[in-house]
């Protein structure tokens, strides 16, 4: 089956632009994760959709991050405008529901803020 | 507060050496664990997992963890490690109990294999 799909992903933009990112979860998975990753840091969970609805998104900064999960599939995240503590990896990953426990992750976009 | 410690940044073994990375939470409950392993530039891929039941699992690529509930840990182990194994692998813990899946990873321990 084919898995997490993530793009751009590279991008490279300059503070205070905005960018977004796109994720294609696995078919069928109600699950939905963005995660940051700071370079020398695991992942942090920003946002979580069980299907099109948000389940968490308490460590999301709301006032510059988005996301959205329309019709209970792909996925976007905005930033806007971006700093440049933004740079990182947004990796997305999805499951097959609430009770699965393991997450399949995406190769993730490297966003580099200058 | 949940948190997950890997002690080791990096770590330096041998090719065919044995290897051993470490990993200790602190959780008000057994969480569920993970081991996933991350490739440059790719993202995370699950290597085993442990919810209940035999403390000692197996993985892919030849890896096995202990879960040790007295030590509050869940190392990872692999017999003889291959050049292919130089990667970055993170330990996570999850909520036992049902209807969320919130996990926290630790910040990852970088594997160097020398031949």
């Known amino acids: 089956e084919a898995g997490v799909a993530q793009s751009p992903r590279y991008k490279i933009i300059e503070k205070r632009q905005s960018v977004a990112f796109w994720c294609n979860p696995i078919?069928?998975?109600?699950?939905l994760y963005w995660y940051q990753q700071i370079l020398g840091q695991g992942p942090k969970l920003l946002i979580q959709f069980q299907n099109n609805g948000v389940v968490d998104d308490s460590q999301l900064p709301k006032d510059r991050f988005s996301a959205e999960r329309l019709k209970g599939v792909d996925s976007t995240l905005k930033i806007q405008p971006a700093k440049l503590e933004d740079s990182a990896v947004y990796l997305c990953a999805s499951s097959p529901g609430a009770g699965q426990r393991e997450a399949f992750f995406g190769q993730g976009t490297r966003l580099t803020v200058v | 507060a949940q948190s997950v410690t890997q002690p080791d940044i990096h770590i330096t073994v041998s090719e065919g050496a044995s290897l051993e990375l470490r990993c200790n939470y602190s959780?008000?409950?057994?969480?569920?664990l993970f081991w996933y392993v991350q490739s440059p530039g790719q993202g995370l891929q699950l290597l085993l997992k442990y919810f209940s039941g035999d403390t000692l699992v197996q993985g892919i690529k030849g890896f096995e963890a202990e879960f040790k509930r007295s030590q509050s840990s869940f190392n990872l182990r692999k017999p003889s490690v291959h050049w292919s194994d130089a990667a970055e692998y993170f330990c996570a813990v999850g909520p036992p109990n049902t209807g969320g899946f919130k996990t926290i990873f630790g910040a990852g321990t970088r594997l160097f294999v020398k031949a």
């Open positions: 078919s069928g998975h109600a699950t």
């Open positions: 959780y008000g409950a057994t969480p569920y």
